[in-house]
């Protein structure tokens, strides 16, 4: 499981600086209204706090009944801050959460983050892979949305 999280984390530091993340409950839905084809990889993530949201959890909900239907993987991280910690480049360092988006601004909604192909489409990235395996194995076991914890650095 350890190897998964660190493949996802590759993943999504990969995917970073080739404009291929998008980040946000409602950005994300957008995203796949518009063009869930291109869309290769979601990741829902909670922190204990989250589960008693229940609009977050009607989101959820709406999202991975979307990804099912058109066939990409699904993830569920229960490390927010962590993962908000990856997407602002910040990669190991504490930090207290209250991370903004990479230009500043706003702050930012790690709870649904979506992998999208690069439009080069050259992008073979093996982490990728080895997270699409992990999901794909998971569906074999009738877990559809498997769980993975993100450790702190």
């Not at 990969?14 to 993340?21: E, K, N, R, T, Y």
């Not at 699904?74 to 910690?85: C, D, S």
């Not at 073979?124 to 080895?130: T, V």
Request: proline fraction near 7%; charged fraction near 20%.
């Amino acid at each position: 499981m350890d190897s998964v999280a660190k493949a996802l984390e590759e993943v999504l530091t990969a995917a970073l600086p080739q404009g291929c993340i998008t980040v946000g409950v409602y950005e994300a839905a957008k995203s796949l209204n518009v063009d869930p084809d291109n869309v290769v990889l979601c990741i829902l993530a909670t922190d204990g706090e989250d589960v008693k949201d229940v609009a977050l959890q009607i989101h959820f909900t709406l999202i991975q009944a979307f990804c099912c239907e058109n066939h990409i993987n699904i993830l569920r991280v229960n490390n927010t801050r962590r993962l908000a910690q990856i997407l602002c480049g910040a990669g190991g360092g504490g930090g207290g959460g209250g991370e903004r988006r990479p230009g500043g601004g706003e702050p930012m909604d790690p709870h649904c983050v979506l992998v999208t192909s690069p439009p080069s489409n050259s992008w073979k990235d093996p982490a990728l892979s080895k997270v699409n395996r992990f999901c794909r194995e998971s569906r074999c076991m009738d877990q559809w949305v498997p769980i993975i914890n993100l450790p702190d650095r």
